[in-house]
């Protein structure tokens, strides 16, 4: 059974950080391409990042600069370090692992993430 699990979302000022984790299980991490999504209210879902399984990382202009994605084959996470938050980050952030081959995506539960003051 897949699971993605993500922590390390919450409350945070304009300006702030937060790094977002992901845990998983049930797949062979390193053949899996990584990604995060996010989903503000009303909006449909984006891609924020993604690290393939080898190559270069992807991320969206909307937080170049600001966000980094990065990621642990030895202990299968993904992490997000976000930086100089804004309140348009605020949205409930999604860990998706892709199979690169087949296109099958799984996803997590989510971590909500709120930049406010």
């Known amino acids: 059974q897949v699971q993605l699990v993500e922590s390390g979302g919450g409350l945070v000022q304009p300006g702030g950080s937060l790094r977002l984790s992901c845990a998983a299980s049930?797949?062979?991490?390193?053949?899996?391409?990584m990604g995060w999504y996010r989903q503000a209210p009303g909006k449909e879902r984006e891609l924020v990042a993604t690290i393939p399984r080898g190559g270069d990382t992807v991320v969206a202009d909307s937080v170049k600069g600001r966000f980094t994605i990065s990621r642990d084959n030895n202990r299968n996470r993904v992490y997000l370090q976000m930086n100089s938050l804004k309140p348009e980050d605020t949205a409930v952030y999604y860990c998706n692992a892709r199979y690169p081959i087949t296109h099958v995506d799984y996803w997590g539960q989510g971590t909500q993430v709120t930049v406010s003051s």
């Open positions: 049930g797949i062979i991490f390193r053949f899996y391409d």
